[in-house]
């Protein structure tokens, strides 16, 4: 679980899985982020049905498992958030960034976990595999 993020400094590699910073990378692969017709919106992901939107606002993510049609609230215990990463082949997987930090969900958004590292403020995040 390996994901590039974008920081005030450069790219910084990190593997999730085993909570650590790999080192320096290249850049963020492209991506378009999805529209969304929601307020307050500050970075949105997307994995074929599932679209997960930063919002300023508590709890800090809205979360939609049908293209957009409905939403649900998640990330009650988040801090405000900067980005957001959806995995393509597991949209259960998700990455988040508050201002100097990332937490993983590997469960949709349930339950979320904060990496051990602070990073330079974050401006983006995507998975690389």
């Known amino acids: 679980m390996i994901a590039a993020v974008a920081t005030v400094d450069g790219v910084l590699l990190v593997?999730?899985?085993?909570?650590?910073?790999?080192?320096?990378?290249?850049?963020?692969?492209?991506?378009?982020?999805?529209?969304?017709?929601?307020?307050?919106v500050v970075a949105a992901a997307r994995a074929?049905?599932?679209?997960?939107?930063v919002v300023e606002r508590r709890p800090p993510l809205a979360i939609s498992?049908?293209?957009g049609s409905t939403w649900?609230?998640?990330?009650?215990?988040?801090p405000a958030g900067f980005a957001i990463a959806v995995a393509?082949?597991?949209?259960?997987?998700m990455l988040y960034a508050g201002r100097n930090r990332l937490f993983l969900s590997v469960?949709?958004?349930?339950?979320?976990r904060s990496l051990p590292f602070e990073l330079p403020d974050v401006e983006g995040?995507?998975?690389?595999?």
């Open 15 to 40: 593997d999730a899985e085993s909570e650590s910073l790999l080192g320096p990378g290249i850049e963020l692969p492209p991506g378009e982020a999805p529209h969304v017709d929601l307020p307050r």
């Open 48 to 53: 074929g049905a599932t679209i997960v939107c």
């Open 65 to 67: 498992r049908d293209g």
């Open 72 to 78: 649900s609230e998640a990330g009650g215990g988040l």
């Open 88 to 93: 393509e082949d597991d949209p259960d997987r």
């Open 107 to 112: 469960n949709g958004g349930v339950f979320w």
């Open 125 to 129: 995040v995507a998975w690389l595999d």
